[in-house]
């Protein structure tokens, strides 16, 4: 593709080169960053938004229908918006008035003796999941944007350089946290586990360095928010080299004072699914006058962009082993048979998660599995 596209081929033109779009969250590294940065954030309370502010992002278009039964809590009772809101305003406001990194004066190893803290980072965490795994991905996908209400481009992108510092130092591994017995609240004691140790990935950085170095444009188009990408992307630090402005993502309304508002930016659309389709049209179509050359991404958020142009030569899928009667699982399956025939348009990458790394073949090794597979 390089070699038919790239700068060597005689028909290269470079006002109009071919270009790429790449996924960011468990594509171009490893793990997802909107996650990170949200763990990050409340184990370090950096919020920008007022108890009444916080509690207009916390329920933002969220029905108050319940979780699914996998999200009931320790006692089998059932959880939903209405019950588990409360409980966190309540801790926010205790946080909030002594902490001193918001209205309090405690600095934050003192704040985080009180149960409320532990109430508090727990039951937005799981509130994520909850919300995840209930509603469809309209509702879900923007929620987690809001929680950086009242905050600005810097302080969201000091953040996210944070994180991913403190990320490499740590160990890949599931964390869990659980909920102080003195406080149940309405909505009562619950749990919540993720995946921990984002790592960046070398041979995407060399993926990204060569298609350039050929006169490909590179473009990121993610479900996470723009700011967070933007940061760990552009970042020399971490490798990729991306300008900040070929970043396609979450867009949040701002204030007069550049204050991120809970609301979903009016007239764009989500960069998920079908949107992100869409998001390419609008922004990379219209500019080129062609489609992508290059489609990589992981999940069923990416499907929609890997099928929705005739230009697409050839669409890179990191092997997370996805349900077989989804587009991408059947891409999967495409590229499992086309293996190592020049004109396979589907290229399946494999991946060891308990090492964060790419491997030499289209297995992917789940975490604390010692066996990977190609397909479920």
């Not at 089998?76 to 008035?97: F, K, M, Q």
């Not at 017995?181 to 009562?188: E, F, I, K, M, V």
């Not at 995946?195 to 070398?202: A, I």
């Not at 552009?234 to 300008?243: A, D, L, R």
Request: hydrophobic share 35%; with cysteine; glycine share 8%.
């Amino acid at each position: 593709m390089i070699q038919q596209l790239g700068k060597s081929s005689p028909g290269f033109d470079a006002t109009h080169p071919p270009y790429a779009v790449f996924d960011w969250d468990n594509t171009s590294i490893f793990l997802d960053i909107e996650e990170a940065v949200l763990v990050y954030q409340l184990e370090h309370l950096r919020f920008g938004a007022t108890p009444q502010q916080l509690e207009v992002a916390l329920r933002r278009n969220i029905p108050s229908t319940a979780f699914k039964p996998e999200y009931r809590n320790s006692k089998g009772r059932e959880v939903n918006i209405n019950t588990i809101v409360p409980d966190i305003l309540r801790s926010y406001r205790w946080l909030y008035s002594h902490y001193q990194g918001l209205a309090g004066t405690q600095p934050l190893e003192q704040v985080r003796q009180s149960p409320h803290y532990q109430a508090f980072v727990t039951k937005v965490r799981y509130l994520y999941e909850a919300i995840g795994g209930t509603f469809d991905h309209d509702t879900a996908y923007p929620w987690v944007t809001y929680l950086f209400t009242g905050l600005t481009e810097a302080e969201v992108r000091s953040m996210t350089r944070e994180t991913v510092q403190w990320q490499l130092e740590q160990p890949i591994e599931k964390r869990r946290w659980t909920t102080p017995a003195q406080l149940p609240g309405r909505a009562g004691m619950v749990e919540v586990s993720w995946k921990n140790g984002l790592r960046l990935v070398p041979e995407m950085q060399n993926l990204y360095a060569h298609l350039r170095d050929a006169g490909f444009d590179i473009w990121i188009c993610s479900a996470s928010f723009v700011d967070v990408v933007r940061e760990i992307a552009s970042n020399p630090s971490f490798g990729y080299q991306q300008p900040s402005d070929r970043v396609l993502a979450m867009e949040l309304e701002r204030d007069a004072q550049g204050r991120i508002q809970p609301i979903f930016r009016k007239t764009y659309d989500q960069t998920q699914g079908p949107g992100k389709t869409r998001a390419i049209q609008r922004f990379l179509v219209s500019r080129y006058g062609y489609g992508p050359a290059l489609v990589a991404g992981d999940s069923e958020g990416d499907q929609n962009m890997m099928a929705g142009f005739a230009d697409t030569k050839k669409v890179l899928i990191i092997n997370r082993l996805r349900d077989p009667s989804t587009a991408i699982g059947q891409f999967s399956a495409e590229a499992v048979r086309q293996h190592g025939k020049p004109e396979a348009r589907y290229l399946l990458q494999g991946r060891d998660d308990n090492s964060g790394q790419f491997v030499p073949s289209q297995l992917h090794t789940p975490l604390q599995s010692a066996t990977g597979k190609v397909l479920p």
